[in-house]
């Protein structure tokens, strides 16, 4: 399967533990972005990169969330302290560079903060 | 703020017949969209994309059409089958790197 992959799949956790989730994209993509998705609404968008830059944030929840691409291949979402009101769906979507590129998603990490 | 929507929360059809899901859009600069299929427990599937120089786009099964006069955007679906029952998105890109969407229609297939 050359699709994009995210790793874990399901995550539990307690409230103020850190998570990291991580995802492959599929690996001609040089663009890869981050999305969040709650029950019964559309992705909303996070953070995006161009190979290992990180090319805007400004829609990161807040500073307990930061992505990283180290390499431009995988990149990884952590989320520090979580919240109750973190548990949701997050996406991750690779595509070739440009903005009229479809953008192809994984199955996401759900998490859910008990 | 400007932002993608949907006409029908849930559509329901029989199997066989031909699906129609609306989507209106309110960004003018909006120059691409894409259909998505999500299947619970599943990330959204790329289905089909149009861009704004077109007014209708084919594939397998599925139609696409763009009125940018009234800012609407149509998903057809010929011959429905039961695989097809999901939640369907779509999605504008103003020229960026952002995607926005709206909050989806479910499509529920009656056999």
């Known amino acids: 399967d050359t699709g994009v992959s995210q790793d874990p799949r399901h995550k539990i956790t307690k409230r103020g533990q850190n998570v990291t989730f991580r995802c492959d994209p599929i690996?001609?993509?040089?663009?890869l972005y981050w999305y969040r998705q709650t029950l019964g609404q559309g992705p909303e968008f996070l953070t995006y990169f161009q190979n290992e830059a990180q090319l805007e944030k400004s829609r990161l929840l807040s500073d307990r969330f930061s992505a990283e691409r180290p390499k431009g291949s995988f990149s990884t979402l952590e989320i520090q302290r979580t919240e109750q009101g973190d548990s949701a769906m997050y996406l991750c979507?690779?595509?070739?560079?440009?903005?009229?590129?479809?953008?192809?998603f994984g199955d996401g990490t759900r998490l859910s903060i008990l | 703020g400007e932002s993608v929507g949907l006409h029908l929360p849930t559509l329901s059809v029989q199997e066989g017949d031909n699906s129609i899901i609306n989507c209106a859009y309110s960004?003018?600069?909006?120059?691409?969209f894409i259909w998505y299929k999500q299947e619970s427990g599943k990330g959204p599937q790329f289905i089909i994309d149009i861009r704004s120089n077109m007014d209708k786009r084919q594939g397998q099964r599925v139609t696409v059409l763009l009125n940018k006069t009234v800012k609407h955007l149509s998903l057809q679906i010929a011959a429905t089958q039961p695989g097809d029952s999901a939640v369907y998105f779509c999605?504008?890109?103003?020229?960026?790197?952002?995607?926005?969407f709206g909050k989806g229609t479910k499509l529920s297939v009656i056999p």
């Open positions: 960004n003018s600069a909006s120059d691409y």
């Open positions: 690996s001609e993509h040089n663009r």
């Open positions: 999605a504008e890109n103003a020229g960026s790197y952002q995607l926005t």
């Open positions: 979507a690779s595509s070739n560079p440009g903005s009229l590129e479809p953008q192809h």
